[in-house]
C-alpha cells in the first residue's frame, strides 16, 4: 500500500471527526504556536539587537569607563570609583595611535530643550567631538553640521533630532534660530536625518552639539566615551592593543594588574543578548516539551479510541487481504498527520501571534524556515511516537475478533 | 482438486478445559463446486469456515488449498492468500461506511498492489457484472440491503478469487433480495466459480449442489444433490 494511500485513509478519518481531531492537537496547537513565536521574537530580537541596540559598526570599538553592561552591585560600585575618561585621554590617544582612522568622542545626558513657550524636556543632548561616530549612520539632513574650529573653540551651535526639529518648530525652518538647552542659546547649524526608534525609544529627541561647548556648559566630570573605527579587523584589534597601552600608562597601572577601563564592540552587546535569548529559548522549550509530551498523550489515547472504534474496520481489512504492517502503517500514518495538522495550525497562530506583537510592541517579531521545519519536524517526531502503541495494537488484532466486533 | 484438509483439528482451552470446536475433518472440494456447509449454532460450522477462509489456522492436522499447503503459514501469508485466493462475501456485507462503493470494490486491490487507474477500472468493471454500476459513487448507507450485498460480491470478485466463501450472506435480506442473491451465486457458478456458502437454512443450503453439515465439530454427513 503506497503512502499516499494510507494518507488519503487517514486525512478522511480525521475528516470524519473534524472536532475531536481539533480537540486532540490542541494541545499541540498551543505548543507549537508558543514555541514558533519565542523564536520569532528571539530571532527578531537577535537581528534587531545587533543592528539597532548595538548600532556600532563592525569594526568599531568605544574607550569607556566600563562595560556598556554591569550585571551585579560590586562591579558597579567598582567601576563607580575608577578614574573618569577624559578629553585629554581622547587628545593623547588621537596623538600618539597609529592604527586608528577616526577618532571621535561622545558623552550625553539629558537636559530641557526650548524655543520660545515650546519646550521638550529629557532631550538626550550629544557633546561630540568630529567625527560623529555614534550613533554610526548619523548625517546631517538639512543646514550643516558643526566644523572643527566651531569645536576646538567650543562655539554654542547645535544640530537637532528630527523630533526635536518637528516638536519645536512644527515645519517652519529651524536652521539660524536659537533655541536654549537648560536656558543656555545655541545657533541651530542643522537638522539630523531621521534615526527611527529602537525599543520604543526614539533616537531623534537629540540635539547634538560640540563636546567642548557641552563641557563648558555642564562640566567635565562626566566620563566621556571614545569611540574609535579601524580600516578593518586587524587594524581594530593593533589599534585596541595601543589605545590599552595608552591608557594603562595614563593610569599608571603596574604589570599584572586589571584594566581600569573598557574598550568594547558591539559583540560586547549582541554576546549579552545572545545569552539571555538562550536562556529563555531554553525556559520555553522546557515548557513546550512539556505541553508538547501531554499534546502527545491525548493523541495517543484519542488513537486507542479510534482503533477500538473501528475494530470492524480493521477486521474487514485483514479479511481482505490487509497485512499487520498495512494496518500499522495506516494508523500511524493517521497519528502522524493529526499531530502535524495540529503542527501546522500552530505554525499559522504563531505566524499571527508574531505579526500581532509586530503590530502592537514595538519588539521586532520575524517568523524564520528554520522554525517552522523545526516545529513541523517536532510535531512528526511527536505523532510518530505516540502513534506506535495505537498503531501496533491494530495491527495486532485477530482478523476473526476483529471482525465480530460491533 | 481445490480444497483438501486432513484430520483438520481446532481445539481451544476454555478455564483450563479443552474444548474442540473440530475434530479430525477431512474435506475435499473441487473446483467449481457449490456447496453449503450448515449446522446448528455451536456446531464448528463457523471454525471450519475460518479455517477455510484462512482467518485462523487450525491446532492440527493440514489444509492443502490450491495444492498449496496453508494450515502452517504466518499471518502476513495468511492474509495474501486471502487476498489472492479468497472472496468473503459476510451476513452483515461488511463494507466501510465511509467509502463509496467503488473503494470499497477497490480495497481488495489495494493491498495487492494494484495500481489507482487499474483498481478503478476492474472495480468498475465487478460492479457492472453485479449490475451496480451506476451507484459506484454510493456510500453503504445509500444503497438497499441487497444492493450492499452485491457490492460485497463485487468485492469479493475483485481478484478473481479460487474460490467464494459466503457467510449467512442472505440472513440479512428479505426472502425477495435473498432470492437474487443466490440467483446471482448460481450464476457465478455457472460461469466457472467455486462457492462456498456456510448456513443454517436448510431453504439455502438446498440450492447447493452439496450439503456438508456439521455436528459437534464433526462431518455428520456430506450429500451432493443433483444441480
Known amino acids: ?406 | 482438486m481445490l480444497i483438501q484438509t486432513r484430520e483438520l483439528t481446532k481445539r481451544y482451552e476454555v478455564g483450563g478445559e479443552e474444548i474442540y470446536a473440530l475434530k479430525d475433518v477431512d474435506l475435499e472440494i473441487d473446483r467449481n463446486e457449490y456447496m453449503a456447509i450448515t449446522g446448528p449454532s455451536g456446531s464448528g460450522k463457523t471454525t471450519l469456515m475460518n479455517l477455510l477462509g484462512c482467518l485462523d489456522s487450525p491446532t492440527r492436522g493440514t489444509y492443502l488449498l490450491n495444492a498449496q499447503e496453508v494450515s502452517r503459514l504466518g499471518e502476513d501469508r495468511l492474509a495474501e492468500i486471502r487476498n489472492r485466493e479468497i472472496g468473503f462475501v459476510f451476513q452483515t456485507f461488511n463494507l466501510l461506511p465511509r467509502a463509496t462503493a467503488l473503494h470499497n470494490v477497490e480495497l481488495p486491490l489495494v493491498y495487492s498492489g494494484v495500481g489507482a487507474e487499474e483498481r478503478r477500472e476492474r472495480a468498475l468493471q465487478a460492479l457492472r457484472g453485479v449490475e451496480m454500476e451506476d451507484r459506484a459513487t454510493h456510500r453503504p448507507n445509500e444503497l438497499s440491503g441487497g444492493q450492499r450485498q452485491r457490492v460485497a460480491i463485487a468485492r469479493a470478485l475483485i481478484n478473481n478469487p479460487s474460490l467464494i466463501l459466503a457467510d449467512e450472506p442472505t440472513g440479512n435480506l428479505d426472502s425477495k433480495t435473498g432470492e437474487e442473491i443466490l440467483r446471482l451465486f448460481e450464476r457465478l457458478h455457472s460461469g466457472g466459480q467455486t462457492i462456498i456458502v456456510v448456513t443454517h437454512e436448510k431453504g439455502i443450503a438446498e440450492r447447493a449442489h452439496r450439503v456438508v453439515s456439521i455436528h459437534d465439530g464433526r462431518i455428520a454427513s456430506d450429500v451432493r444433490q443433483k444441480a
Open chain 1, 1 to 406: 500500500m503506497p503512502f499516499s494511500e494510507g494518507l488519503l485513509i487517514a486525512l478522511k478519518a480525521l475528516w470524519a471527526n473534524k472536532l475531536r481531531s481539533f480537540l486532540t492537537v490542541l494541545g499541540n496547537i498551543i505548543a507549537i504556536t508558543s514555541i514558533v513565536a519565542v523564536i520569532s521574537v528571539i530571532q527578531g530580537m537577535n537581528s534587531y539587537v545587533e543592528e539597532k541596540v548595538a548600532g556600532l559598526g563592525a569594526n568599531l570599538f568605544v574607550l569607556r569607563k566600563g562595560p556598556f553592561i554591569i550585571t551585579s552591585h560590586e562591579a558597579a560600585d567598582q567601576i563607580r570609583k575608577r578614574r573618569r575618561i577624559t578629553l585629554e585621554d581622547q587628545e593623547e590617544i588621537r596623538r600618539s595611535v597609529v592604527s586608528g582612522r577616526f577618532i571621535g568622542a561622545h558623552v550625553s545626558s539629558p537636559h530641557k530643550v526650548r524655543f520660545h513657550e515650546r519646550y521638550i524636556d529629557q532631550v538626550e543632548i550629544q557633546g561630540q567631538a568630529l567625527p560623529v561616530l555614534i550613533p554610526a549612520d548619523f548625517e546631517v539632513e538639512r543646514g550643516r553640521l558643526f566644523s572643527t574650529t566651531e569645536v576646538a573653540r567650543a562655539r554654542n551651535v547645535a544640530v537637532l533630532g528630527l523630533e526635536v526639529a518637528d516638536k519645536l518648530f512644527t515645519g517652519a525652518d529651524p536652521v539660524g534660530k536659537e533655541v536654549k538647552i537648560d536656558e543656555t542659546g545655541y545657533t541651530i547649524l542643522g537638522v539630523a536625518k531621521e534615526q527611527g526608534s529602537v525599543l520604543g525609544v526614539s533616537q531623534d529627541k537629540i540635539v547634538a552639539i560640540p563636546i567642548s561647548a557641552y563641557q563648558k556648559q555642564f562640566g567635565d566630570l562626566d566620563s566621556i566615551d571614545v569611540p574609535m573605527e579601524g580600516a578593518d579587523e586587524s587594524a581594530v584589534a593593533a589599534l585596541k592593543d595601543e589605545v590599552r597601552m595608552v591608557m594603562r600608562v595614563r593610569h599608571h597601572l603596574k604589570p599584572g594588574q586589571e584594566d581600569d577601563f573598557a574598550l568594547e564592540s558591539s559583540e560586547s552587546l549582541t554576546s549579552f543578548w545572545k545569552q539571555i535569548s538562550a536562556a529563555i529559548f531554553g525556559a520555553a522549550s522546557g515548557l513546550v516539551s512539556l505541553s508538547l509530551v501531554v499534546g502527545g498523550i491525548v493523541i495517543m489515547n484519542i488513537m486507542l479510541v479510534s482503533v477500538t472504534e473501528r475494530t470492524k474496520e480493521i477486521g474487514i481489512r485483514k479479511a481482505l487481504g490487509a497485512k499487520r504492517r498495512h494496518i500499522l502503517w495506516q494508523f500511524l500514518i493517521e497519528s502522524i498527520a493529526l499531530s502535524t495538522l495540529g503542527g501546522i495550525l500552530g505554525v499559522l497562530a504563531g505566524y499571527g501571534l508574531c505579526l500581532l506583537i509586530r503590530a502592537l510592541t514595538p519588539l521586532p517579531a520575524s517568523m524564520s524556515p528554520y522554525s517552522i521545519a523545526l516545529a513541523l519536524g517536532i510535531v512528526f517526531v511527536v505523532g510518530l511516537v505516540f502513534g506506535i502503541y495505537p498503531a501496533n495494537r491494530a495491527a495486532r488484532l485477530d482478523p476473526i475478533e476483529a471482525l465480530r466486533y460491533e
